[in-house]
């Protein structure tokens, strides 16, 4: 629209209120919503783009892609945007995110880019089975775009002719199988640690984790198209995703060669989630469940298995999920030291109340719920809560807990806790730990667990609340 006057962002980010007109823009128009905006109460998505480019915020409601609105948007066009910042707009169109899947907003970002996203706390553990659009999502690189009819996962033995490649379809036609596996990320909790002293990583509160039923064919079976049982002598098997890093590496992890072909290992090749194809945030079409252990291993957008003596040479196998003693830093780190993390240690969180929340005392008592997990099959047999430092221990009781026994327990455990308060006070703070079916529990300070990649973070959790007569 060359008739039209040009703007820069910065004259358009002065323009958000009624009284100074509300402009917005969209590729390389500048809109004057103002009159719109007034006249459509509830429209107000619109306005989180107030002075900016709406897109981020179409892409987010996915209220956009409707040739009306784009007709309507044209009618109230004051301008153009001008040539540098449109240069920039067109520079952001080819970012290697665009094409990244629109997110539900209730996700808060721990990063935007790459997208990594946890639920408030108080949503968290509403429903036993994660819902599928709010589960938390780990992504280290851009969601690549997957074609199913083009589709294919390789499946080899290294340095051998064993090798079968699988379409979507074929995987599909292979047996059934369904688990319900909670995932969670190696770094769920690390900004508690983080307290004690600074540490590398997203700075994730406790809900780095989440639980959903997983359909799909066992690793065991498929590996046996290529001659591979648990009789066979390998030690790794590895994976690789079809998410590619900007020195054209993909994403990469491997197991343990035991773990892909025991029987009661459920290690599954995904293509449901929660009785839905696999979202593509969370690994379409094809993602690998490997229950019980780190979500590092739990490799999305799966395009090659390997079968192999060597576990994954990836810097994700090798420089990163390890564990460190708390005096080891950066200057002393030598990663060929830790074994990679596999199976979790167990932990627990309270999620209602959420920390420095005013809780109402009835009849005595306060009411307390979270979640409890354990890694490696291994179930919850009881949940330990204090507001007196540990002078006096409740146990909590269990709202939600899978039949299934160890060492296939794979789900979380859902608990509520009725703490009594027996004197008048006024601030508390509510810790828990989780006990699991080997008996081990959760350590007592993040101080002595401190490793400088802020992995493992499952001391107690401690939450300050403030106590309502
Ligand atoms: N797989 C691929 N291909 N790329 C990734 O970035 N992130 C991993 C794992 N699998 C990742 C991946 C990490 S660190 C975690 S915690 C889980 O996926 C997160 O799974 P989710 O996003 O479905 O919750
Ligand atoms: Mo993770």
Redesign the pocket.
């Known amino acids: 629209k060359p008739n039209l006057p040009s703007y820069t962002m910065e004259e358009i980010a002065k323009h958000t209120t009624k009284e100074t007109r509300i402009w917005v823009t969209f590729k390389q128009g500048v809109y004057d919503i103002t009159d719109y905006v007034l006249k459509h109460p509830g429209g107000e998505q619109i306005l989180l783009g107030a002075g900016h480019s709406v897109e981020p915020f179409w892409l987010l409601y996915g209220a956009h892609n409707k040739p009306q609105i784009y007709n309507m948007l044209e009618a109230m066009r004051i301008g153009n945007l001008s040539e540098e910042d449109a240069k920039e707009a067109i520079e952001n169109m080819s970012d290697p995110y665009s094409n990244d899947p629109k997110r539900h907003p209730v996700l808060k970002p721990a990063s935007v880019k790459p997208f990594n996203a946890e639920l408030p706390l108080s949503l968290l553990i509403e429903n036993f089975i994660s819902p599928n659009d709010i ?7 851009p969601v690549p775009e997957i074609d199913i009819s083009t589709y294919e996962l390789e499946v080899e033995v290294e340095d051998t002719d064993k090798k079968v490649v699988l379409t979507y379809e074929k995987l599909k036609d292979l047996p059934k199988h369904t688990i319900t596996a909670t ?1 969670m ?1 190696a770094g769920n909790r690390r900004s508690e640690m983080s307290k004690v002293k600074i540490v590398k990583g997203l700075d994730w509160g406790p809900a780095a984790i ?1 639980n959903a039923t997983f359909t799909g064919v066992l690793l065991r079976d498929v590996l046996k198209l290529i001659g591979v049982d648990e009789d066979s002598n390998y030690k790794h098997v590895q994976f690789e ?1 079809l ?1 590619m890093d900007p020195t054209s590496k993909y ?1 990469g992890s491997s197991i343990p060669f035991w773990k892909a072909v025991d029987k009661r290992g459920d290690v599954l090749l995904a293509y449901e989630m929660n009785g839905a194809p696999i979202p593509r ?3 379409f079409p094809i993602r690998v469940i490997v229950p019980g252990v780190v ?2 291993r ?4 799966l395009g090659k298995i390997t079968v192999s003596q060597n576990e994954s040479d990836s810097h994700w196998q090798q420089n990163d999920y390890k564990g460190f003693s708390p005096s080891v830093d950066w200057d002393t780190v030598d990663f060929n030291k830790s074994p990679a993390i596999q199976e979790l240690p167990v932990i627990s969180a309270i999620c209602k109340p959420e920390a420095h929340q005013k809780v109402q005392v009835k009849d005595g008592h306060i009411t307390v719920q979270g979640y409890a997990w354990s890694g490696g099959g291994q179930k919850i047999v009881r949940v330990d809560l204090t507001i007196d430092g540990g002078n006096t221990w409740h146990v909590a009781k269990f709202d939600h807990q899978d039949s299934s026994e160890p060492p296939q327990h794979w789900a979380w455990t859902l608990w509520s806790a009725k703490i009594p308060v027996t004197t008048r006070i006024k601030n508390a703070e509510v810790w828990v730990k989780a006990v699991d079916s080997s008996y081990n529990t959760q350590p007592e300070s993040f101080k002595n667990i401190w490793n400088l990649r802020g992995v493992l973070s499952n001391a107690y959790h401690r939450v300050p609340i403030e106590l309502q007569w």
């Open positions: 589960f938390y999502v780990r992504n280290h690189l995932i990320c989440g995703g998410d994403y945030d969370h690994g979500g590092a739990n490799v999305k957008w």
